[in-house]
């Protein structure tokens, strides 16, 4: 499996089991959709919705480091949501569960059982995982609210950054 659809899934499976989402969110992998009990092809896309996907990789100048920026967005029906307390509480939640693997990362916790496990779950996706090592996590940029088509939008980014043993 290509990474980027590995730190989606891992990303997905973290949030369904550490953010506490309330009943019937979505955790839409862009890649992997049918993985989430939740979703159904129509409609595609149920609100409330947390949305979770990656970019292909990006190589530095050295051609040596990758990095995937993965998105994740928080979105209700403004209609059901009008004063965006569902959507505000979901983003926390996002946050929150972010936060605390990237500060697991920045202390050098090992021994976290949250970042331990979410480095194990994309290890076990990817193709040649003998050949994979993880480099490390950045917050990227935001996605401020906003309202697209009937629905009310926030938003956070994750930077995986990894090697190639084998480059």
């Known amino acids: 499996m290509n990474v980027?659809?590995?730190?989606?899934?891992?990303?997905?499976?973290?949030?369904?089991?550490?953010?506490?989402?309330?009943?019937?969110?979505t955790v839409r992998a862009w890649q992997s959709l049918a993985q989430d009990p939740n979703w159904k092809a129509e409609p595609d896309k149920a609100f409330p919705l947390i949305d979770v996907r990656c970019s292909a990789p990006a190589v530095d100048q050295a051609q040596s480091t990758l990095?995937?920026?993965?998105?994740?967005?928080?979105?209700?029906?403004?209609?059901?949501?009008?004063?965006?307390?569902?959507?505000?509480?979901?983003?926390?939640?996002?946050?929150?569960?972010?936060f605390a693997l990237f500060s697991a990362f920045r202390r050098g916790d090992d021994e976290d059982e949250v970042y331990s496990a979410f480095l194990a779950r994309i290890i076990a996706l990817v193709d040649n995982a003998s050949a994979f090592s993880f480099g490390g996590f950045q917050i990227g940029e935001a996605s401020p609210?906003?309202?697209?088509?009937?629905?009310s939008i926030i938003g956070m980014s994750l930077i995986v950054n990894y090697s190639w043993l084998d480059f």
């Open 67 to 98: 990095a995937v920026t993965c998105g994740i967005l928080c979105a209700t029906k403004t209609q059901d949501d009008k004063d965006h307390a569902i959507v505000s509480a979901m983003y926390g939640e996002v946050e929150r569960v972010i």
């Open 145 to 151: 609210p906003s309202d697209d088509n009937g629905a």
């Open 4 to 25: 980027s659809k590995a730190i989606e899934q891992a990303v997905s499976e973290l949030l369904r089991d550490e953010a506490e989402l309330g009943a019937g969110v």
